[in-house]
């Protein structure tokens, strides 16, 4: 049935196995991150690496990734295999997330925080959402989210060409998040 009913099915997520690599990103628990880049590199490699490394408690994150990005795409380039990648675009189909749907992808991110304690979101493609919704209702459903990070353990990353945001826009997108520089540029 896809993500196009009203509410969207938990592929039930697991942890990546290590790959052979130390943890390099130390994302506080309880917070949600604007990287400030272009493309998502840094914002990638921060997720990948926490997923797939011990935190300094000794567990490893669970991570849900939804992006502009194709699946498959990301899963060959960073070697994910078990973690959730949800892809934002306009047609059916499994693992496929209605960029006009706030709604469920809203309620998928929620779901995934309270059923995973130490789950890390990676949520790329804003200016795809800006686009087919207007900035204030993308706005209010990040920020819905945000209070569900806040309140628990969960990590969220989300990368943002400022070059797409007008100063203001990118203000509101910031205030209750950290920021992080990245780079802008093309590759």
């Known amino acids: 049935m896809g993500l196009f009913s009203?509410?969207?099915k938990s592929r039930g997520p697991a942890g990546e196995a290590g790959l052979g690599i130390t943890r390099?990103?130390?994302?506080?628990?309880?917070r949600s991150y604007v990287v400030q880049e272009a493309p998502p590199?840094?914002?990638?490699?921060?997720?990948?690496n926490i997923v797939s490394t011990a935190g300094a408690d000794g567990r490893r994150a669970v991570g849900l990734a939804i992006s502009r990005q194709h699946p498959g795409l990301i899963r060959d380039k960073y070697g994910l295999e078990k973690t959730p990648i949800y892809w934002l675009a306009t047609r059916?189909?499994?693992?496929?997330?209605?960029p006009t749907n706030l709604g469920i992808m809203t309620n998928t991110i929620v779901q995934?925080?309270?059923?995973?304690?130490?789950?890390?979101?990676?949520?790329?493609?804003?200016?795809y959402l800006v686009v087919n919704n207007d900035f204030a209702k993308v706005l209010r459903s990040i920020d819905q989210i945000n209070d569900h990070i806040v309140q628990s353990h969960a990590v969220m990353v989300i990368p943002v060409d400022p070059r797409a945001f007008d100063p203001?826009?990118?203000?509101?997108?910031?205030?209750?998040?950290?920021?992080i520089a990245g780079r802008t540029g093309v590759k």
């Open 112 to 127: 995934f925080i309270r059923e995973n304690d130490n789950g890390i979101v990676l949520l790329d493609g804003i200016e």
């Open 41 to 48: 590199d840094i914002s990638f490699d921060a997720f990948v």
């Open 168 to 179: 203001k826009e990118l203000a509101l997108l910031e205030r209750n998040m950290e920021k």
């Open 24 to 30: 390099k990103y130390a994302l506080k628990p309880g």
């Open 6 to 8: 009203r509410k969207a």
């Open 92 to 98: 059916a189909g499994e693992g496929v997330m209605a």
